[in-house]
């Protein structure tokens, strides 16, 4: 039996440079993907002042003292607000505060329905197509429209822009994923895996660093449209520099045959049977399992991630004060969760069998719950902190649920 993720990242050497190379394009194409999608709820405030989106409440006036957001925060009405002066100078003001049924629909359904239903078509076209073309053109696509979000003017322009976000960000995984398991033998393949999810980490913490710090520096007046501009005009550049120049690869073979979309559909047979064999994997208990925990794992991610910056700022922190944790925090716990959440279950594995990387799934989640929650219950700084255990633990899951679907799934 291959090792399926005891080898470090240091030994990725073996697959020889070219190969290397594939894998830092793949890893800054992800990187980028994480850093597009949340440019939203670190601008969101911002923003919905400028293009007047989301709830309208009462808030500190930029000029005023941080003591009193709290006494602003628990006025209800724009005339009472009006009201809240010290020595003449106006302490708060009635404004969009990017939250609420607006911000959800853009941050939520309008991305996320997009993203999870084109993966289904995008997955089929990795088989049937040139994945390094269509990675190349999905980068192009989701910076493109990272970039136009500087320039809206109202909210349906932002509704637009973040559907084309979620369907152009759709296709990178996919494609990225299967160039990896063709570039990288299966001795190194979960060391590859385990380098292109860094991304996640490096992006979101980008997000915060680059986010709170544009903003903050006001450029030419537009902070927030700059954090745009500057977020999307890497990808433009980085989708040329995969389309031509990465190698479409020879694709996986096992027992002499294709093991993909195209293979299958070159097999003797009808539609129908043919049909039947492509489906068949997900028809089975432990695809469908695995599929659904994720789902709820992903939701809970999702909702957090979307809600981080606007919480901190409601509990009084600046946005330099959520950068000051929130820019290293992800990427350093996070990093560390997916080697540590490798090592472990590599180790499970060996005692245990295969299935012992399940009980790593459950029991990651579970430890990593009460820290999480401490981001929520604890002040600053110890909410930022309680993050860190919460990240290294609960990111566990990611290395080990990547090995137990490529287990259970047809590469």
Not at 332 to 358: E, L, N, Q
Not at 371 to 388: H, K, N, Q, T, V
């Amino acid at each position: 039996m291959a090792d399926t993720g005891g080898n470090s990242a240091f030994s990725l050497h073996k697959a020889g440079y070219y190969s290397i190379y594939v894998l830092v394009l793949l890893l800054m194409a992800y990187l980028l993907n994480q850093l597009d999608r949340y440019t939203l709820p670190i601008s969101t405030m911002q923003m919905a002042q400028d293009i007047h989106y989301g709830d309208q409440v009462c808030m500190a006036n930029s000029t005023t003292d941080k003591s009193v957001t709290d006494q602003c925060k628990h006025t209800g009405s724009e005339t009472e607000c009006a009201k809240q002066t010290v020595n003449g100078t106006l302490m708060c003001k009635w404004d969009y505060n990017g939250q609420g049924l607006q911000y959800q629909l853009i941050a939520g359904p309008v991305f996320i329905l997009i993203y999870t239903f084109a993966a289904i078509p995008v997955g089929f076209a990795a088989d049937l197509y040139s994945r390094k073309s269509l990675l190349g053109v999905s980068v192009f696509f989701w910076s493109l429209m990272t970039l136009l979000m500087g320039f809206t003017r109202e909210y349906w322009q932002l509704v637009i822009l973040r559907f084309g976000l979620g369907l152009g960000e759709a296709g990178c995984t996919p494609f990225a994923s299967s160039l990896i398991t063709d570039y990288f033998s299966q001795e190194l393949r979960a060391s590859a895996l385990g380098v292109y999810n860094w991304g996640i980490y490096m992006g979101y913490s980008l997000a915060y660093a680059l986010g709170n710090l544009i903003i903050g520096a006001d450029i030419q007046g537009q902070g927030w449209r700059w954090f745009y501009y500057i977020s999307g005009m890497p990808g433009l550049v980085l989708g040329f520099v995969i389309f031509f120049t990465v190698h479409e690869p020879n694709r996986a073979m096992t027992g002499g045959k294709e093991t993909s979309l195209r293979g299958i559909l070159a097999e003797e047979g009808g539609c129908w049977k043919k049909l039947k064999r492509i489906m068949q994997p997900f028809a089975r208990m432990s695809p469908l399992l695995l599929c659904f925990a994720g789902s709820i794992r992903n939701a809970a991610g999702y909702v957090w991630a979307y809600n981080t910056q606007p919480y901190f700022e409601s509990i009084g922190q600046t946005p330099l004060e959520i950068a000051k944790y929130m820019s290293w925090i992800p990427l350093v716990s996070g990093s560390f969760g997916v080697v540590f959440g490798g090592f472990i279950s590599d180790r499970i594995v060996v005692r245990k069998g295969p299935y012992a990387r399940t009980w790593v799934l459950i029991a990651s989640q579970l430890v990593a719950a009460p820290f999480a929650a401490g981001a929520l219950f604890l002040d600053p700084p110890y909410c930022y902190l309680s993050l860190i255990p919460a990240n290294i633990i609960g990111e566990c899951n990611i290395m080990p649920i990547s090995i137990k679907r490529k287990t259970i799934l047809p590469h």
